[in-house]
């Protein structure tokens, strides 16, 4: 195996043997609070679009970048290591729902910097803070029928998927960010699509940033949606060297546990990341999730003594508060160890 050369996010490696690292937790919880209205979303360069764009969460970076920098700060004066940039539906098949395919390029690099910059006014010489591109799954999926009549049916192919991926890394390494996310994989097609896009950006340009997988196992079954296990899912994507592999959202952290410790078993040379919801749903909590800080921190705890994870976060419904105490109950712990079969150098 080439050892791999990082341009960016270089520190990541030495840093995950050191000490587990914290990453932050859900933005649309946060974006919630604000209570934003359809012309928060619009702005005045959208006043007149043609479509609804409330709940286009994504845009708000470019409609009401105050907010989001706001989420951003909040998560890292918690403590966060590492914060996602607001771009989880920042894709161009994403944001063609909203009629804004053409604007999803900008959407990646106004988001990279905007976390970037909140990153470096919280870094320090100790406590570095790191950004990480977050790729999301879009909302169609390569493997599965949207019409239960018609099992063959597609509502996008492979190509599709990685001509939409491969622009937004173009827009987030160029706004700044120090690592890749592709999370919340619920299909393993689309995942690899990502894969492949990210794959011939660096070749293409020459850059290479560490890469985390994050998949979703959807229920008890154990499987994501499209049907692998998580050993399974792991062996497809495992080519890519990822600096990680994890699991977040769908579950809490109590339900998740088995397929963490199972993922910890079958990838014993990869750093592991996790970070669950905050439990499972509740529409009449405020933030849609029941668990507060002390369970989630609690739960995230017993997974660093037991040796499971590198990376902690959360996913939805975890706010600042939940991130605080999840940094607070795995501070002291050692970072889970890991066998040494990939190799990291810095660039020269």
């Known amino acids: 195996m080439k050892p791999v050369i990082y341009t960016r996010g270089q520190a990541l490696p030495d840093l995950l043997d050191q000490r587990i690292l914290v990453l932050d937790g859900a933005m649309g919880t946060m974006i919630q609070r604000f209570r934003l209205t359809e012309a928060d979303f619009r702005g005045e360069r959208f006043r007149e679009h043609p479509r609804d764009l409330k709940n286009d969460s994504d845009l708000l970076v470019l409609t009401r970048p105050d907010v989001i920098r706001d989420i951003h700060e909040g998560y890292l004066a918690a403590g966060a290591d590492i914060i996602e940039t607001n771009t989880f539906g920042a ?10 395919a053409h604007v999803a390029r900008e959407m990646n690099v106004a988001a990279a910097k905007l976390a970037r910059e909140a990153a470096d006014k919280f870094s320090t010489p100790d406590k570095p803070r790191f950004v990480a591109g977050a790729l999301g799954p879009t909302p169609r999926t390569a493997s599965i029928s949207p019409d239960v009549n018609d099992p063959g049916a597609r509502n996008v ?14 827009g987030l390494v160029e706004g700044g960010v120090d690592l890749l996310l592709v999370e919340t994989i619920f ?3 689309n995942a ?8 011939e950006y660096f070749a293409d340009t020459g850059r290479r940033l560490p890469v985390i ?10 499987r994501i949606l499209s049907g692998q296990t998580v050993p399974a899912f792991w062996h497809s994507v495992r080519h890519a060297q990822p600096l990680a592999i994890g699991l977040n959202c769908a579950l809490g952290a109590a339900l998740m546990r088995p397929y963490i410790q199972e993922l910890n078993r079958v990838a014993p040379d990869t750093f592991i990341s996790c970070y669950p919801n905050a ?25 660093a003594a037991e040796g499971l994870v590198n990376i902690v976060g959360g996913c939805c419904g975890t706010t600042p508060e939940h991130i605080a105490a999840i940094g607070d109950a795995v501070r002291p712990l050692p970072a889970r160890a890991k066998q040494r079969a990939f190799f990291y150098k810095e660039a020269a």
């Open 187 to 189: 299909d393993t097609l």
């Open 213 to 222: 997988v994050s998949g979703t196992v959807t229920d008890a079954s154990g």
């Open 192 to 199: 690899k699509a990502a894969l492949f896009a990210i794959d």
């Open 157 to 170: 192919d492979f190509e599709q998927l990685r001509a939409s991926y491969y622009e937004q890394v173009e």
């Open 279 to 303: 439990g499972l749903p509740n529409p009449m909590s405020e933030t849609g999730f029941d668990e507060t800080p002390e369970v989630t921190s609690r739960l995230l705890r017993e997974f």
């Open 91 to 100: 894709n161009a098949l994403a944001q063609d729902d909203y009629g804004l």
